[in-house]
């Protein structure tokens, strides 16, 4: 019974450890995006001034790969973002998923 008791014990403790570890990724994903929003604000100063284009192009790709890896966005269906891994991370330990 002890040898049980200690298995669900530490089960518990791995799934705390992994719920703790997923707080700090979502933390990490809003600091991500409040960074790329900064270079969205700077690129947006310096480069329309100079070749609107430019900044088009970074919005249409870099920028917007980069946000939709973060979050799930309307393009394509069937890319996995950080949000996506994070709440399958979240299922498999029992969690409901996030809804960001």
């Known amino acids: ?11 518990t403790m791995k799934k705390n450890e992994i719920r703790e570890k ?8 809003d600091e991500i995006s409040e960074k790329l929003d900064e270079v969205e604000g700077i690129l ?3 480069v329309r001034e100079i070749n609107p284009m430019i900044l088009d ?3 249409a790709y870099w920028l917007g790969h980069i946000r ?3 979050f799930k966005d309307r393009g394509n269906p069937y890319d996995v973002s950080m949000g996506d891994s994070l709440n399958e991370l979240r299922e498999e330990i029992g969690e409901a998923p996030s809804e960001s």
Do not use: G
Not at 1 to 11: D, F, G, P, V
Not at 22 to 29: C, F, G, M, T, Y
């Open 57 to 59: 192009r970074a919005e």
């Open 44 to 46: 947006s100063e310096v």
């Open 22 to 29: 997923l707080v700090i990724l979502d933390e990490l994903r």
């Open 1 to 11: 019974m002890k040898l049980k008791n200690k298995k669900i014990t530490e089960a």
């Open 68 to 70: 939709s890896s973060l």
